[in-house]
């Protein structure tokens, strides 16, 4: 028997970024699948999120991840620049997003490829692998090309991305039903596990059910 396992993930989320090893690890050691789901980031689904009344968030998160990284050994810097355009004074969110969606749509078309998490590793290595300027020039096509993926044909799918951004709603209403709305989050038969340091919690739990390879 082979599980599937969800994976609810963001390309502006720097914990999705550190859970991504993790994730292709468990296709390895269990008889499961894991399917990525990739949604847009909070920031962009609720704005209000990290409004200014809620900065103490965003705070965390900068102190958070470098120490996380650090201690898992993973090279980290904030992106340059940030998959999304938000003012990081106020935090109020740009109506122009010249990154996130592109991204978003490519993770869609790369899972349908089959190569869902590996795009993911790739790509989310050079955001917040400390890669300046990351979308410009050959990066994405070469993370792409790492990936077994061709850029050029990736970006051709997505040109009309009514499908694609479909694709991305369903994913975010699938998180919302699972019970949760932030990322990383695993899901096995309904069961959310939100977070890249609860994939142990994950792995408990699949043992528990059997699926060890």
């Known amino acids: 028997m082979t599980a599937i396992v969800d994976l609810f ?17 468990l296709e390895k050691d269990f008889r499961i699948k894991v399917r990525f789901r990739p949604v847009l980031p909070l920031a ?20 958070d991840f470098p120490r996380r990284a ?6 980290h810097a904030w992106p340059s620049p940030d998959p999304i355009v938000q003012d990081m004074k106020t935090y109020k969110i740009a ?5 996130i969606h592109r991204l978003t749509y490519l993770g869609v078309e790369a899972e349908q490829r089959g190569q869902g998490l590996a795009f993911a590793r790739e790509v989310s290595n050079l955001i917040f692998g400390g890669t300046r300027d990351w979308h410009l020039g050959s990066h994405l096509a070469e993370a792409a090309k790492r990936a077994g993926l061709d850029l050029a044909s990736m970006d051709a799918a997505i040109s ?10 369903e994913n975010q ?13 695993f899901v096995l038969e309904g069961e959310p596990f939100f977070g890249e340091d609860r994939i142990d919690t ?12």
Do not use: C
């Open 9 to 25: 993930w963001s390309f502006r989320s720097p914990y999705s970024y550190l859970v991504v090893p993790g994730a292709i690890r």
């Open 44 to 63: 962009v689904r609720e704005p209000s999120f990290f409004s200014p009344d809620n900065l103490k968030r965003a705070k965390y998160i900068r102190v």
């Open 202 to 213: 994950l792995r408990w739990r699949l043992g528990k059910k059997g699926l060890q390879r």
């Open 173 to 185: 209403d699938a998180l919302a039903k699972a019970g949760h709305w932030g990322v990383p989050t």
């Open 70 to 75: 650090e201690m898992l050994g993973f090279p």
């Open 160 to 169: 009309d991305p009514a499908s694609h951004r479909a694709t991305v709603e």
């Open 95 to 99: 109506e122009e997003q010249p990154y």
